[in-house]
């Protein structure tokens, strides 16, 4: 076994933490203030190569392994978790059903725009009827001509209304169920594909979140991704790598509490000492430190795993589970040592806990984790 | 980074499962025959070089080792991670030629069984407020004192003993020694008689004007405290091992003990398969952390923190996974019937000795500190 990185993945931690310091970081609060995404910033991404990190070279990806992938996700979200959402949907969840799935031309045409940083990506799954049930896909496609004509809506879909590629899913053959759901490629600005409200969320607040409406929207027929049918096996498939990233993004918001908050126990005085000298403060970073560099390894292994095309559900299912519980208690207690302070907006600490929250819910709820992981046990 | 074990360690791992499975014994009494065994497959000194009779293997394939032994029967992988970690390594690390000479060959084929004398019953996390004393006396050292919950008490046949020359010198006065058994002034008390960890020996063990000549000082005199500490990140991550086999142990028989529910048309509801779940990824987040500790160690890089991280971890969850287990399948006082009980009674020691939890947290705290400006 091998626990250290390699040296192209410390130029990755080192590369993404200066752009994380010096262009994330200054403006984090005020995007979340606002509520605003910044195409900008996700061009600078490009420009570092970060969009198409493990894409190869011919699809104008980094060539990178998954691990550099899930420690970019990481270094980004330990400044701000919503540029870490922006990367692991871009990637995990548009680039990667693309990369695996596509046809070749499928891959020129989109993929390659998407890892130039040219182009954003989104992924289309999450109906409003359709959360954790996720076979239970109501938008429908039905074949006219040369194209497929959506009927129906999205929610929840993140990078939506900025993005340019869409990844949707929607039912070919009713009678089928699951086997029945099927995966487009849909652009921006076609025809009858427009935009419903955008989420005002609790945490996230700069990775914009919106409906998909689809009304008689005519996608074309090469734009089928996969073979009729195959959807839903595209969507599962996609999830499994999507919580590797979700994972790093869990991991990266909790060291970033963390630091935030060893800082703060180190100069904040009470009682005419620092409170880093009293075991409630110093026990409650020791936990942090160690729950946060279990999650880190979890993380790591489940990216190896994927890296060395060996099964990783199981342990990206635990990897997801253990970060993002560990991110949850982690900001949690990170404002908890920040006291009041830590409650208000001045200190970023009340931020990650919002941004933490999600990644206990989305690309499969912690429940979801725990039931793929028992289904792996006891099968 | 590599995070599977290579050819050579799923080897060793395999041959150790099927020795523990095969030929490790969870009877009552203390596990004579366990260590005989182990020791003709040259497992009591398996780190230890060949130069000295050992094995030469890696500090990874000890943790394997220590893993599988603990899961079959915890109370000898306790006294064979003592009897290597602080028994033997003291030896190598600080022994003169003539110690190592005439003491690792006998301890690396397990004619001779080592255990460390540290704890007191006034020192326990604070190893440094020792009150054994040794005073010069003819080219040698007169020891006075008793120590306290020493693993292998009585059974053992080599001691590392620790007392302090002058006590005013606080933890630069304490002294190592190399004691053997049957020399006149040792006294093993009784066993202790514990809620776990039944098969190993646990006593109390006096010093009464016992004479040590200069030749069996373990180190300088005043580097006995540095040695205590050497020993710490070898120790602790063997215990994270034992605390990793303890841990599958519950698991591994409660999903099995489903599993046949299953079978027999029982469904096992969420609140019971998640539990399961959750066990089962702090248990893969354990051994990442016992493993990768086992490697730096090896590298000869410090490891403190990630010992310490690995250790309280690791037998944090020995302890909730038994807890929780025995809530999926309920109890039984009978190892027999039910073996749940012992390992949540064996579980319990693993968080307390080589340093409590709690000293594991200061430990961690400490070297996070140290990297953060405020």
């Known amino acids: 076994m091998k626990f250290e990185l390699t040296e192209e993945q410390e130029m990755t931690r080192k590369m993404v933490r200066d752009f994380a310091e010096k262009e994330l970081k200054p403006g984090a609060e005020e995007r979340d203030d606002r509520e605003e995404f910044s195409r900008d910033l996700f061009d600078k991404m490009g420009e570092l190569g970060l969009t198409g990190i493990p894409w190869p070279e011919e699809y104008g990806g980094g060539e990178c392994d998954f691990i550099s992938y899930v420690i970019a996700v990481e270094e980004l979200s330990r400044v701000d978790a919503s540029a870490g959402t922006t990367l692991s949907a871009h990637i995990s969840l548009a680039g990667w059903p693309l990369y695996k799935y596509g046809s070749e031309e499928q891959k020129k045409k989109y993929l390659e725009p998407l890892a130039l940083g040219e182009k954003l990506g989104a992924y289309a799954l999450t109906e409003d009827t359709a959360g954790t049930d996720a076979a239970n896909q109501r938008t429908t496609a039905v074949l006219d001509g040369d194209s497929y004509v959506l009927n129906g809506s999205k929610t929840f879909i993140s990078n939506a209304g900025d993005a340019e590629t869409y990844i949707v ?17 849909v652009e921006k600005d076609t025809p009858g594909f427009t935009f419903g409200k955008k989420e005002r969320k609790m945490g996230l607040r700069s990775s914009p979140t919106l409906e998909l409406i689809f009304e008689n929207c005519r996608v074309p027929k090469e734009n089928l991704l996969g073979s009729e049918g195959q959807g839903f096996k595209i969507a599962m498939s996609t999830l ?8 790093a993004q869990a991991v990266g918001i909790a060291q970033g509490a963390m630091e935030e908050a060893a800082a703060y ?50 342990a990206s299912a635990m990897a997801k589970l253990f970060a993002s519980e560990t991110a949850m208690e982690v900001t949690t207690n990170a404002v908890q040592i920040f006291g009041g302070y830590g409650y208000t907006r001045e200190y970023p600490v009340e931020r990650f806990m919002r941004d933490a929250k999600i990644t206990q819910i989305y690309e499969g709820t912690s429940e979801v984790q725990r039931l793929v992981i028992s289904r792996h046990l006891l099968a | 980074m590599k995070f599977l074990l290579s050819d ?202 016992l004479y040590v000549a200069a030749s069996n000082r373990l180190g300088d005199e005043g580097e006995g405290f540095y040695i205590a500490l050497s020993l710490l990140d070898g120790g602790r991550i063997g215990i994270g091992a034992q605390g990793l ?130």
């Open chain 1, 169 to 185: 899913f929607a039912v070919t053959d009713q009678e089928k169920k699951a086997k029945g759901v099927s995966a487009f490629i």
């Open chain 1, 240 to 247: 499994d790598g999507g919580r590797n990233g979700i994972a």
């Open chain 1, 265 to 314: 126990a180190k100069s904040r005085e009470q009682f005419g000492q620092p409170i880093a000298n009293f075991q409630a403060i110093s026990f409650m970073l020791a936990d942090m430190a160690t729950r946060i560099e279990a999650s880190r390894l979890l993380t790591y292994q489940a990216a190896y795993l994927e890296n060395e095309g060996l099964p990783y559900g199981k």
């Open chain 2, 8 to 209: 050579y360690h799923l080897k060793k791992q395999a041959e150790f499962r099927r020795f523990a499975e095969e030929e490790i014994d969870c009877g009552e009494h203390f596990p004579r025959d366990n260590l005989q065994k182990a020791a003709r497959r040259g497992y009591l000194g398996l780190p230890l070089s060949e130069e000295w009779g050992g094995q030469g293997d890696d500090f990874l394939s000890y943790v394997l080792l220590i893993e599988e032994i603990s899961r079959v029967c915890a109370a000898t992988g306790t006294i064979i991670a003592v009897h290597t970690s602080v028994g033997t390594f003291p030896l190598v690390y600080f022994g003169t030629a003539g110690q190592k000479k005439r003491y690792l060959p006998s301890l690396a084929r397990g004619e001779m069984l080592g255990a460390f004398a540290l704890t007191e019953e006034g020192s326990g996390s604070d190893a440094a407020a020792l009150a054994t004393t040794a005073a010069a006396k003819d080219e040698g050292y007169l020891l006075n004192g008793s120590k306290q919950f020493i693993t292998s008490g009585g059974e053992a046949d080599l001691y590392t003993v620790f007392a302090t020359i002058d006590r005013s010198l606080g933890h630069k006065g304490i002294t190592a020694f190399l004691v053997e058994d049957g020399v006149s002034g040792l006294v093993a008390g009784k066993s202790e008689r514990k809620m776990g960890l039944n098969r190993s020996s646990t006593t109390e063990l006096r010093m009464e004007d």
């Open chain 2, 245 to 374: 086999g303890l841990a599958r142990a519950s698991i591994e028989y409660t999903t099995a003990f489903l599993k046949k529910e299953e079978a027999s048309g029982k469904k096992t509801g969420q609140s019971a398969s998640f539990v399961l779940a959750d066990l089962a990824a702090r248990l893969e987040a354990a051994r990442l952390l016992v493993y990768r500790a086992a490697v730096i160690k090896e590298s000869g890089e410090r490891c403190s923190k990630e010992a310490s991280m690995a250790k309280y971890f690791a037998t944090d969850l020995a302890m909730d996974a038994a807890a929780r287990c025995i809530d999926l399948c309920g109890f039984s006082g009978s190892r027999s019937a039910n073996p749940l009980s012992g390992y949540f009674c064996d579980a319990k020691a693993t968080q307390i000795y080589e340093g409590t939890n709690q000293i594991q947290r200061i430990v961690v705290a400490r070297e996070l500190l140290r990297t953060i400006k405020p």
